[in-house]
């Protein structure tokens, strides 16, 4: 199983929004309504900030919003802060009863 | 509230074996399916294995299949992954983690580190 697709790291200044992509394919994100992003500080536990693809979590900022269309998945930061700064992953279940990670997208705010 | 808390890391020859645990605390672990996901100095996170709230089913990676095995002992409200014939491209960051009811991780541990090298 392949990972999905994100890109390696993306940057806004506070105050702006920011999206991060997650492709796979029709056996993982475009298959199934089970797409995650987590939020992970080096040397924290990560943290689930979105589920089926546009949920969030109780306590969750609503500047973390999520969508699905096909087989991308994208996560969108409205209103950036200096703490959002983090490394970001997405996860789809897959076809073949697994669960498949992105590479990580890391985010910087200037 | 939530607590998962791993241990059992270190650093270990190629070919010998580990045990890393997870305590966990704050729900009813019996009820909840676990996973344990890595990530090696570098990469992104990967998935390892999968168990379910009785233990009756479990789930592993390809890349750890026959050599990692996922358990569980409800009346410690631990899990574990036992880990044999390890080999170089297994050193990462271990994290246990909940399962939300749909392979979606709600709650995750700060991880272990497991450095395999000669």
């Known amino acids: 199983q392949s990972a999905l697709t994100q890109p390696a790291s993306v940057s806004g200044s506070p105050g702006q929004s920011i999206t991060i992509s997650c492709t796979g394919t029709?056996?993982?994100?475009?298959?199934?309504?089970?797409v995650s992003w987590y939020q992970h500080h080096p040397g924290k536990a990560p943290k689930l900030m979105i589920y089926d693809a546009s949920n969030r979590p109780s306590g969750v900022s609503d500047r973390f919003s999520g969508s699905k269309s096909g087989n991308t998945a994208s996560l969108t930061i409205s209103g950036l802060q200096a703490e959002d700064e983090a490394d970001y992953f997405c996860s789809s279940y897959t076809r073949s009863a697994t669960l498949v990670f992105g590479a990580g997208t890391k985010l910087t705010v200037l | 509230q939530v607590q998962l808390v791993e241990s059992g890391g270190g650093v270990v020859q190629p070919g010998r074996s580990l045990r890393l645990s997870c305590a966990a605390s704050?729900?009813?672990?019996?009820?909840?399916?676990m996973h344990w996901v890595r990530q090696a100095p570098g990469r992104g996170l990967e998935w390892v294995a999968l168990i379910s709230g009785d233990g009756d089913n479990r789930y592993h990676a390809d890349s750890v299949r026959g050599r990692f095995t996922i358990s569980r002992d409800n009346s410690k409200n631990t899990l574990y992954l036992h880990m044999n014939s390890l080999r170089t491209e297994d050193t990462a960051v271990y994290y246990c983690?909940?399962?939300?009811?749909?392979?979606?991780?709600?709650?995750w541990g700060q991880g272990t580190r497991v450095t395999v090298s000669s």
């Open positions: 704050g729900f009813t672990f019996s009820s909840r399916v």
């Open positions: 983690a909940r399962d939300r009811g749909d392979w979606q991780l709600d709650s």
């Open positions: 029709s056996s993982d994100v475009g298959g199934y309504k089970y």
